[in-house]
T-cell receptor, first 114, second 114 residues
Framework: NAGVTQTPKFQVLKTGQSMTLQCAQD?????MYWYRQDPGMGLRLIYY???????DKGEVPNGYNVSRLNKREFSLRLESAAPSQTSVYFC?????????????FGPGTRLTVL | GNSVTQMEGPVTLSEEAFLTINCTYT??????LFWYVQYPGEGLQLLLK?????DKGSNKGFEATYRKETTSFHLEKGSVQVSDSAVYFC?????????????FGTGTLLAVQP
């Protein structure tokens, strides 16, 4: 049972380049999330998907887009990367977004934008 | 709004020492409280949780009690091991509307020396 998987593990981009971070979960969860982790700031929610076919902005959505491809997969796209987007990105999933539901996290993608 | 404040690290302890990591929160209503742990190079894992006042969450020798009167959820362990070295995040989940979001503290790095 893989849980939440993310690809790639590491990525270096130049300013202005684009890329897509992939996330998949095999727990049949309805809700999925994208966070970024920066030193001294904890984790901040970028976007989330409460259920297949829906997406909503979180705390820091600017510069990002997401796609909930199906129930398993939730991708995060940077259209024109900026140095301020250098961070570690975590994907998470939960059974549902309402009510108490534990979130399960992937191993993260470390992104550097030069 | 909702927020979580944790003590800044790093916290450096010798093996078998007593651990306390302080966490206080600001929230309306009755949030659920969590401690997550992040081992080097990995994603976050749920360590323990408490869903109502006076509840005590416990796991792997760690404990935290939900104190509504002091809005706190301090993490404790009686005897730490080198393998406990990690970053610890306090988080709250407040129920509101159709979707709930986790709010994280900034994280506290624990380093345990043999």
């Amino acid at each position: 049972n893989a849980g939440v998987t993310q690809t790639p593990k590491f990525q270096v981009l130049k300013t202005g380049q684009s890329m897509t971070l992939q996330c998949a979960q095999d727990m049949n969860h309805n809700s999925m999330y994208w966070y970024r982790q920066d030193p001294g700031m904890g984790l901040r929610l970028i976007y989330y998907s409460a259920s297949e076919g829906t997406t909503d902005k979180g705390e820091v959505p600017n510069g990002y887009n997401v796609s909930r491809l199906n129930k398993r997969e939730f991708s995060l796209r940077l259209e024109s990367a900026a140095p301020s987007q250098t961070s570690v990105y975590f994907c998470a999933s939960s059974e549902a977004s309402a009510g108490y539901n534990e979130q399960f996290f992937g191993p993260g993608t470390r992104l550097t934008v030069l | 709004g909702n927020s979580v404040t944790q003590m800044e690290g790093p916290v450096t302890l010798s093996e078998e020492a007593f651990l306390t990591i302080n966490c206080t929160y600001t929230a309306t209503g009755y949030p659920s409280l969590f401690w997550y742990v992040q081992y080097p190079g990995e994603g976050l894992q749920l360590l323990l949780k408490a869903t109502k006042a006076d509840d005590k969450g416990s796991n792997k020798g760690f404990e935290a009690t939900y104190r509504k009167e002091t809005t706190s959820f301090h993490l404790e362990k009686g005897s730490v091991q080198v393998s406990d070295s990690a970053v610890y995040f306090c988080a709250l989940l407040n129920y509101g509307g159709a979707t709930n979001k986790l709010i994280f503290g900034t994280g506290t790095l624990l380093a345990v020396q043999p």
